[in-house]
């Protein structure tokens, strides 16, 4: 792997967006990114294998629950920190970005938001401090874009929930102490559970022989007949909206995050391109390699736009899910071509693990799936333009 | 003890140089600012003193407010307070007067500043701060340890080290082996979070007319172009006729 020489392009000064505290918190993670993920993480990705040391490093910069209060472990930190965090590690690994993400907007967000003082004292402290992780079963084997239509289900027991059912997809859960479930109550209600692991009946099988993530850790959540304690229910919030909220969070920030999946692309490629020489002058002369090069950096340009000002709503409490949509699927479209182009300027090389382009093109893919297909944000953006239901 | 850390604000070694006003002024547009890496060092075995031997760890620098950053950055990494001398920093006399006066004030029993500052290197203030307030004072110091008002430190000279026995109040000019780079740290979210609320005093200067003012400053020539050579022979031959240079 080549040493990380990343520098970030910032073609419309939009730094003068960004406060002195956001530039710092940017720049730390930025430096945490160089010295503990880039040297390490193209290993761990052709292995696929998860660095368990990277849960210790993003605990110890502060990358679990950047915004959840002080007091329950987090740093309070605004919502243009919490993207900022998310751009820097996507940066390095979409897959690393995923732990964190699953941890703060999954995790410790409804844990927060929808759960009781007790709960937020006994979960978020060791959340925050990487001590327990968190995994967040939403999506099901028969119902991934669907999760409305979920099966998995909790009874009344009296003294406790009876908990059947099967999650799919889901991040962390191989090594998950905590796991969110979203489960429909007799009523076919959805509520959130907190199920630890140790439960009778909880298994949590890893998900083998992904091209995608390959340094993250992907398993399924399976309950068989397990008894949750009536306090691990969330009950400030049920419904299908309650899953949904933490996904507004989660995908706010994967558009910060394909931001620097992007960002680190065409930085590769640009460098590339004004070193490598073909018919005597470097190719980045060519007018089709500057074409892609232009391009790139114009589209790179207008997600951080739109991730700046999306910060700007969310930190004023005005961000709709509809605009948090249209966000999470442009930036990690515009991601997805970007590390598609930038692997083109790298020609073989870019096929090699000596680049991050093809890591980041390959993790790409998931990201344009999971929190919402690119084509269900379309539906999401159509709903909200036409007031017409497409879903159904 | 009292620590008092002096921070210089020096641009990026990867930042792109560039002089403006008929090249009299450094062009700090599209540049970015770090911690003068000696002082980083400095400033990092600052908080083992802090975390070890309960120190307290004040940084200042002499510098307009956009140097402000560079010390919220010192004080999220642990410092306790800080203080900025509102004067730009303009010679190394003007600065260590500046910082001797801070320096006497507070009653600091160990000032690290950086052997020297990586934009000017002009490698005079740790001394002149000495000098100015009357401590002891080792350069180009790689090691420290404190013990009551006994200090031992470790100069690096010509090939080898020197120990030195020393008592405070001491001034230093720290360096790489202060620390390691690796002990080097990012400060983390919290920490950010908490510098918010720590003290950054901007005090007025003192008096101190600088005793040298830039006239210009001058890039080195632009690298020629690389010849390549296919033999030893013709090594040899270029060398010497054409570089003239064995």
Redesign the interface.
């Given at each position: 792997m080549k040493p990380d020489l990343f520098?970030a392009p910032d073609y419309y000064n939009l730094d003068e967006l960004l406060s002195?505290?956001h530039?710092?918190?940017r720049?730390?993670a930025r430096?945490?990114v160089k010295?503990d993920v880039s040297p390490i993480i193209e290993e761990y990705a052709q292995k696929a294998e998860f660095p368990e040391q990277i849960i210790s490093g993003l605990a110890?910069?502060?990358?679990f629950g950047?915004y959840i209060p002080?007091e329950y472990g987090g740093?309070?930190?605004d919502q243009i920190?919490y993207g900022l965090?998310m751009q820097e590690i996507e940066r390095g690994d979409s897959g690393v970005r995923s732990t964190a993400s699953v941890q703060s907007s999954l995790v410790m967000y409804p844990i927060y938001k929808y759960g009781t003082e007790e709960q937020r004292k006994k979960y978020l402290p060791k959340l925050a401090s990487g001590e327990w992780m968190g995994c967040f079963g939403l999506t099901e084997p028969d119902h991934g874009s669907n999760p409305g239509g979920m099966t998995t289900n909790f009874k009344d027991k009296g003294d406790h929930y009876l908990l059947n059912g099967a999650k799919m997809w889901i991040s962390n859960a191989p090594f998950a102490q905590v796991a969110i479930v979203w489960a429909k109550n007799e009523e076919g209600r959805i509520h959130g559970l907190i199920v630890e692991r140790g439960m009778e009946g909880f298994s949590t099988p890893e998900t083998h022989n992904k091209w995608s993530l390959r340094a993250s850790a992907t398993g399924e959540l399976i309950f068989d007949n397990v008894k949750v304690p009536k306090e691990n229910l969330l009950p400030n919030k049920s419904g299908l909206g309650a899953p949904l909220g933490c996904l507004d969070s989660a995908r706010y920030g994967i558009a910060w995050g394909a931001i620097g999946a992007a960002m680190d692309c065409y930085d590769t490629a640009l460098r590339y391109s004004k070193e490598r020489m073909q018919f005597g002058k470097p190719i980045g002369q060519f007018q089709l390699q500057q074409k892609k090069l232009a391009e790139m950096i114009t589209e790179i340009t207008k997600a951080q736009l739109l991730a700046w000002r999306l910060g700007v709503l969310r930190n004023d409490g005005k961000a709709t899910s509809a605009q948090i949509s249209m966000a999470k699927r442009n930036n990690v479209d515009m991601a997805i071509n970007i590390a598609r182009e930038a692997r083109q300027i790298l020609g073989g090389m870019g096929i090699t693990g000596e680049y991050s382009i093809m890591r980041h093109s390959m993790n790409l893919e998931s990201v344009i799936t999971y929190e919402g297909t690119h084509d269900i944000h379309l539906l999401i953006t159509g709903l909200d333009i036409t007031g017409l239901n497409a879903f159904q | 003890m009292k620590i008092l850390v002096c921070i210089s604000h020096v641009p990026d070694t990867?930042s792109k140089i560039n002089f403006t006003d008929s090249d009299t002024k450094f062009d700090t547009n599209g540049v970015q600012f770090v911690i003068n890496p000696n002082d980083e060092f400095g400033l990092t075995r600052a908080m083992w003193f802090k975390e070890k031997q309960g120190a307290t760890v004040h940084v200042v620098n002499v510098g307009g407010a956009e140097t402000?950053?560079t010390l919220?950055?010192a004080l999220?990494i642990g410092a306790d307070e800080a203080i900025r001398i509102n004067t730009p920093a303009t010679d190394g006399f003007s600065v260590a007067k500046q910082l001797a006066n801070v320096a006497k004030e507070g009653g600091y029993d160990l000032v690290i500043g950086g052997r020297e500052s990586i934009d000017y290197n002009g490698g005079m203030v740790p001394g002149m701060v000495a000098k100015l307030i009357g401590a002891n004072f080792v350069n180009t110091c790689i090691g420290l340890e404190v013990e009551g008002d006994k200090a031992t430190a470790i100069r690096e000279i010509d090939g080898g080290k020197e120990t030195l026995k020393t008592s405070l109040p001491l001034v230093i000019g720290g360096q790489k082996g202060l620390v390691e780079e690796s002990d080097l740290r990012?400060?983390?979210?919290?920490?950010?979070?908490q510098a918010?609320t720590k003290p950054l005093n901007v005090k007025e200067p003192v008096d101190a007319n600088a005793e040298t003012n830039t006239v210009s400053f001058q890039k080195p020539a632009p690298k020629g172009a690389v010849k390549l050579v296919d033999s030893v022979d013709e090594l040899v031959n270029l060398l010497h006729n054409e570089a003239k240079v064995i």
């Open positions: 520098e002195d505290e530039k710092l918190v720049q730390a430096d945490w010295r110890e910069i502060g990358a950047p002080e740093a309070g930190l920190s965090i | 990867t402000e950053p919220r950055k999220a990012i400060p983390n979210m919290r920490g950010i979070m918010r």
